[in-house]
């Protein structure tokens, strides 16, 4: 577990899946994160590479083969190294070598997390190592903490969106995704309410770079965590039909298949890439409040 502080917060790190574990304000000694209790969700901050969500039958097309990727990739379950490391900064890195049997692109992931007084910044960096253009997504899915949970209160938060949400997709056989659109409920001001009926198709799906960043707010609208990024794809999350203490909110850069998908990996929705020898480079931002 690595350990990271400055004069506002104070941030832990384990290697395995490079993944958040605790986000405390070293005022007030407020935890952020979710911490991970199984009857809701085992997760906390899991990093999603070389797909985010899933693929059509659990497979894709690539170079003539056939890929078979299990649901948000490999990396969250994998034991990173830690590359870099300051008191406000730390680096992991992951290159694939067993997971090349099923996704053929040798590569080099980093995460790099650091704060700056009351943010923390997630910046990801994929290296092609190979020869051949490499196609993947990346993405991120820290859940929050909800401080106005009860089991007898409908609802117990608020999300405002930043940018131009109109409507969602939806995710549903598969976890894939249909193509009609739908409207998303929210509140006379705008804010989307945080309660079962919100999440009754699973998570909000916002695409075509509609939403910038998302600030989760209390039952009084006080602003908890924001989180910002230039993904064109935006999840919040919370399990199906189950009343949560926790709010997901995922910047992804890439999104699931559409249902009935049987394409090339290169054609996978909001696909990223990186040419022989470049790195690819995108970051989020969580600001605590």
Known sequence: MEIIKNEWLTVSIKAEGAEIQNIVCNKSGREYMWQGDAKYWGGRSPILFPIVGGMWDGKCGYAGRELKIAKHGFVRKATWSVAAQTSDSVTYAYTPEAELEEYPFPCRVEVKYSLDENKVAMHFKVVNLGTDTMYFQIGGH?????????????????????????????????????????????????????????????????????????????????????????????????????????????????????QGFNGDIAERPYTQQAKAGEAWDGELIITLF
């Open 142 to 258: 820290p859940g929050f903490q909800l401080p106005d949970f009860a089991e007898d209160r409908e609802v117990v938060g608020y999300i405002r969106l930043e940018g131009a949400p109109e409507s969602v997709v939806r995710a549903s056989t598969q976890g894939c995704t249909t193509p009609e659109r739908f409207a998303y409920p929210k509140t006379e001001s705008g804010l989307v309410p945080i309660c079962v009926s919100t999440f009754e198709n699973e998570a909000l799906i916002f695409d075509e770079y509609q939403v910038k960043a998302a600030t989760l707010l209390t039952l009084d609208e006080k602003p908890l965590a924001r989180v910002e990024c230039s993904s064109p794809v935006f999840l919040f999350w919370q399990p199906q039909g189950i009343h949560s203490p926790f709010l997901c909110i995922e910047p992804w850069y890439g999104l699931c298949d559409q």
